[in-house]
């Protein structure tokens, strides 16, 4: 047999993308964790230097462009706000005690408090306090971005220990003009049209919904530079919301190039997996990512888009109608950690990120390769075994199984369906169709149909 | 926040329509049942004095234009037939006792009976007398319009007494050349365009079968005068098949303006309900009405057209087509009562009425405020919080249905989606939706895309 | 009543197709398994005596253009092979005694075994010998067309009984330059649009899979000359797989006439019915099967097409893409008896041979039947009772469904929808609404809308 045929000269062959062999890596859920857990510890915002703390360790490990945007830029309908930072804050009673620390949890103190420094009753203070009875050891995760006020978070079993005393309320922060922080790394394929992946880097000390996600492409970008792509590959570390229309509002000219894309995020938990649909429904990014999660989880749930979620709400805009869905493990706001101090590294697992990883790559390997071809031999089916095609492969029920992945490939190449149409048709999975259209290409029997 | 945009200056508007106001009518069961009671006597046939005397109460209320179409006229592949009247009728028996009395119930005559008056023995009446043997306690109601003939109904209780004797046969009808009559009645709305709506008036002292649909008509003709409608209605009193075939052959040329319609029948018993499409099956109306009942009654039932039933059979004929349904409680011959004395005034209620008039209202106020917008925003969501639309509707539940609701209008509003596609494609009630336009368009945030 | 209406001159009506009359033919179930009873004997291959055994039975009841192709002619990709013929085989024991012998079952022999003779000890003839061990009272069939070897089938209990000695083993064949042989014969209708059958004709001593298909295509062709047909038939009687080949290979220019077929096989056995769609998924052939089927059959499978099966995998190859499918009954390889000396005389029955001609007439009738009318009265419904359509047909039951279909047809007859679509909309037999078509047309209600 010859050698896999190139696509266009192209790294990526029908039979072989770069993509499939990262699979395989040896000890990468381990290594996703321990960016986690490095970047965990950060009091991240929309803005401030929690944000810049974690590009810079990202930074470390694939070439980021960050960029920084003044407070008070307009951003489509949006402006970018002042930036926010904190050193410290506590809550101390009359003998000192620091009864809620934001040195032992940044989510003790609601994102983007304005500074505080005050003697209060219990009865003043308490509108500003916020626990969850229902979780009694759980610390709420609270934000007031656009609504100038402060507050802390605690858990219910603190709450109930206050008595109803004099307390010194403590927030030492800044809101004042800054700059809005995100980062982006492109990674040049073969061809000039992009894959956009999208995490959000705004939440504070939370493992599973923001930290997986930042994990997650920062190892992408970091292997995808070492293997062959055709696609280029747009990474995008952003605040949540604001970031994703600031990203939009200054690359409108590039946004065509973006052909497919996913967000990230909630990719480190046992649960799901979970996918939410671009607004299109039927992008090739929506049926890949079908495609993948149904062979392999039984369990998946693949979802109509809504317009409430992460920002895919912003590029799903109708003005964008971007093909980018979300990925996520368990589904945000569906498990009891969510926005709470129980997503913590505790809840999260090597071999959970590792899963995940695995999907994103066999996701992304189906984007690769799905192409049409067209049956070089399209009048009665070709003779198989004159090419040694009927034992090519190891295996009895592989044989079986190649054998009528053959003649999947060969009956539906007719230059209108995809290697993915067929593999959808033939319910066989898409590298078992790729494979067999591979091997049919490699021996003369199939060739590629250029796309348009 | 502003007033309430209106569209083109109508009185109508994305959060408001007239009929919305009319579902809260007090005591409007207790008024359709009053109506009812008031027609139920008379014993209407598909022509005669029985429609007159039904069309005169309706026109109390209502400015009908009733129309007399003589005996012989063509209309289309039919002619209208001879004008039945009757004024009484009777079986006695040997002592002149009146067995069968006409007196008590019109249904004991076959409808459209020849006059007779004759003495039989029971052998020679047997084969002009039906009954119901399952259902011993009712009178069947029968019609024998296009063949001359004659007969009586009666319980089977009551032909089980009658002995083999000799029987004085009366009925003292008339069936002689005539008109047929009918009525309709316009109410100009803003628009030239029309909603039909349309009740059958050929059934004798049967309550819901036929006066809960006239009932329902009068008291919206009587109330959509004093409120903003868009479309102009249409209404039409008429007797079935031969009526409504009448209607079209005579207004051939108005035809096209019927944008939307019902037939309405059986709407006063509680079962159901029920909702035959139009031929179309995707009409406008078909889905309006999906929506509608879906929403508010689990177990309503919508099926696909059929061509038999009542009058859509002719405004459905292939001809015409015109997107018009059938709205029921019980379907048509699926309630024992149906076609029987059982059909009488204890088997409706105020309440199912006033339900079903709720139904239409809704019904129609969809059919009036669906439209498509555009967001005028499309490029990332627009910052609601920055325009108090954070918390402009109150109670937390809502709250959050709210965001969600607006959320869905600013992202399906590309000019192609109307409210009730936002509706069907969040499961949110119109309604929701609806004013959640209206709340964005009075921000400025949406614009209303004129109809083509 | 005037006569029935005759499309075009036809002797094919909407109320009458001469297929229909055949369905009723006394005996046929028995004449069919007489054919096979007789064909059961010969060693039928993909080339050889055999074959031409037993298209000269079936060449004594229809004329048949029979068709030699020379080994070495190219055939698209495919070669035609060298000719196969067999005259004895056997596998002697010491004492001369045949242990396994050709006589009693040419399945015994490895179809295209080359010639063989020669003392060979057990251990070396062990890989030459095939049986089930889950059968053990069963002979595989087993074949090697296109890899010169030999073998034989035996039943796993025969192998058993085999001692460890040494076997005269003896296979009179000849593998030499000759011919392949098929036969097709056409049935001229009154256009030249064709409908193909197709049945395999290279299976040895197999009741079900082979000769039911030959025996109905024989009955088929027998009759069809007799009644009236629209379209012209094309039988094929071929080889599997190469012989469509061959056929498609010297008929590229008839291929476009074929406007539907069916590939017939497994016919004769109890279960099914089983149809597999052709490639396109949608034609009329696929819509005619699954409505007879379905109707008559709760238990029937409609499949989707894949490319693995009979000779269908050749006619819808992408380059030919012809509207055929596959009708069986019980589906190939999923009876136990599948391709074992299971299948024989006692595994099928007259009584499920006569089934499967009914299903096949009925099909043919649907697709000769199938055509698009205008209601030439589309405003309203027509007047039915002046013209005596209201008891037409006798038995009441069957009389509200007169009513209904000549209703349905009515409505549906806007010249854009078939009998089938109309069948299909009101889930009423396709005869059914065949026959109120035709009293409708009779009665100058409907104009057949000419075929474009």
Known sequence: MSAPSKVDGSTVSATHSGLLDLRSCPGAGDELYEIIERLFPFCRSITGNGVRQTLAVVGERIPLQIREIPTGTAVFDWTIPKEWNIRDASIKDESGHRVVDFRSSNLHVVNYSVPVRRRMTMDQLRPHLHSLPDRPDWIPYRTSYYNESWGFCLTHKQLESMRDAEYEVYIDSTLEPGALTYAECLLPGEIDEEILLSAHVCHPSLANDNLSGIALLTWLGERLKAVGHRYSYRLIFAP???????????????????????????????????????????????????????????????????????????????????????????AYGEFPEYHTSGDDLSFITPDALSESLEMVLSILDVIERDQCYRNLNPRCEPQLGKRGLYDVIGGENNQANFQLGMLWVLNQSDGAHSLLDIAELSSMPFEQIATCAGLLADHGLLARVPSQ
């Open 240 to 330: 949540g919301t604001i970031g994703s229309i600031t990203w939009l509002a200054r690359n409108e000219d590039k946004v065509h190039r973006i052909r497919h894309g996913l967000v990230l995020a909630c990719l480190g938990d046992q649960g799901g997996p979970t996918y939410k649909c671009s607004r299109r429904g039927d992008a090739l990014v929506d049926r890949a990512v079908s495609h993948v999660l149904t062979h392999r989880f039984p369990q998946a749930s693949i979802r109509r888009f809504s317009p409430y979620g992460y920002d895919e709400r912003q590029y799903c805009s109708p003005g964008f109608n971007l093909p980018v869905g979300l990925l996520e493990r368990s």
